[in-house]
Every structure is written in C-alpha cells, then in structure tokens.
T-cell receptor, first 112, second 112 residues
Framework: QQQVKQSPQSLIVQKGGISIINCAYE??????FPWYQQFPGKGPALLIA?????SEKKEGRFTISFNKSAKQFSLHIMDSQPGDSATYFC???????????FGTGTRLTIIP | GAGVSQSPSNKVTEKGKDVELRCDPI?????LYWYRQSLGQGLEFLIY????????KSGLPSDRFSAERTGGSVSTLTIQRTQQEDSAVYLC??????????FGEGSWLTVV
C-alpha cells in the first residue's frame, strides 16, 4: 500500500503557538519522509526531511518527529508566525522507487 | 535556469481541444516528474522520467494523457480531447541523484 494519511485537513493556531501536523504511512519500505510547504499560486517547496534512522530532526522552528514502530511522523512548527500560513504536505518514498507519495495536505492559518 | 520552469503558467481551453504543457527542469537534473493538483486536493503522481525514458507512467489517468522528454531535458505533457475534469494545476518537478525533488510553479489548466 502506497498511501500516506495526513491530518488535520485544516488548522488554526495563534501567533506564537505550536502547530502540529501528523502523517501515517503503511508501506514499511518507505525510507524518506519530507515535508513540503506551498503558498497560494506557488509550487510546493521542500521544508525539511527525515530518514528513519533518527527519531527527530530540527531546523530552526521546524521539527520532524518520527516514530518508526507506529509508522507515523509529524511536523511541529514552534513559535508559529503569520508568514507560516500555507498548505503543508507530508510525503514518503522508498529507495529505488523515485516517486513521492503525498498526503492530502493541511491548510495552516496563523492568526494574530 | 535556476529553478524548474513551466509554461504556460495559465491556460484556458475549450472542452475537446488538445493542450501541451511544457517543463524545463533544473539544469543537470536527470529525473523529472509530473504531478497533478486539483483544487484543494493533494498531489497526484502522473509520470516519472529518468533521462528520456519513463520507467513509471502508472499515474496517467487515461490514454488521453501522454508525456515525452527529449535530450534528457525538456518534457511535454499532452492532454488530448480535454474534459472539464482535467482542470487542475499540473506541476513538474526535477531531481538530481537522491529523493529530493524541486517543483516548478505549475501550469494552471482550466477546461471550459
């Protein structure tokens, strides 16, 4: 199964708060898990990515947490800012299969 | 170019007409992908090229859709006899070695 399930579909967070988006996958062969950020009218842009040999990766205010046994991974945005308002997609792929399988996206809105 | 370039950025076409969408990948990137994004939806994989060959065309929704890549660079996605359900953003992406892919800004297709 190639499916990647993403939740929530939409999320409203106050400025300064923590935004959390979750994804779950079924294919145990997946070994690369990126998050993409998309602003209206633009293509998705790579935000941060993780491989399953680590449980967490942090880049600035963005952190991926990875739980291999549960087949889940999540994106945490600390100190959320209005400029973070965008649609976020999780994705997964496995070595030798170059295509990314995407989640359905989360529309994040940061309110003042 | 510096990024993935797609043209046209917007296309309005009449139902039943053929359309061609062009993608110019990042220089030196051997892999090229086409995805489709319907309004408010996730990214649907269409086809993947490695060089000029397409080892995975499993996502093409019907035989009205075809794609080619020449010279290991530019790719064209052709939709014949367009239908209203073809209205979407068609996103092209490219990558060098490894799973990180970089998207263009998309071609917005509206079939009326």
């Amino acid at each position: 199964q190639q499916q990647v399930k993403q939740s929530p579909q939409s999320l409203i967070v106050q400025k300064g708060g923590i935004s959390i988006i979750n994804c779950a996958y079924e294919n145990t062969a997946f070994d690369y898990f990126p998050w993409y950020q998309q602003f209206p009218g633009k293509g998705p842009a790579l935000l941060i990515a993780i491989r399953p040999d680590v449980s967490e990766k942090k880049e600035g205010r963005f952190t991926i947490s990875f739980n291999k046994s549960a087949k889940q991974f999540s994106l945490h945005i600390m100190d959320s800012q209005p400029g973070d308002s965008a649609t976020y997609f999780c994705a997964a792929s496995d070595f030798g299969n170059e295509k990314l399988t995407f989640g359905t996206g989360t529309r994040l809105t940061i309110i003042p | 170019g510096a990024g993935v370039s797609q043209s046209p950025s917007n296309k309005v076409t009449e139902k039943g007409k053929d359309v061609e969408l062009r993608c110019d990948p990042i220089s030196g990137h051997t892999a090229l992908y086409w995805y489709r994004q319907s309004l408010g939806q996730g990214l649907e994989f269409l086809i993947y090229f490695q060089g000029n060959s397409a080892p995975d065309k499993s996502g093409l929704p019907s035989d009205r859709f075809s794609a080619e890549r020449t010279g290991g660079s530019v790719s064209t996605l052709t939709i014949q006899r367009t239908q209203q359900e073809d209205s979407a953003v068609y996103l092209c992406a490219s990558s060098a070695d490894g799973p990180t892919i970089y998207f263009g800004e998309g071609s917005w297709l509206t079939v009326v």
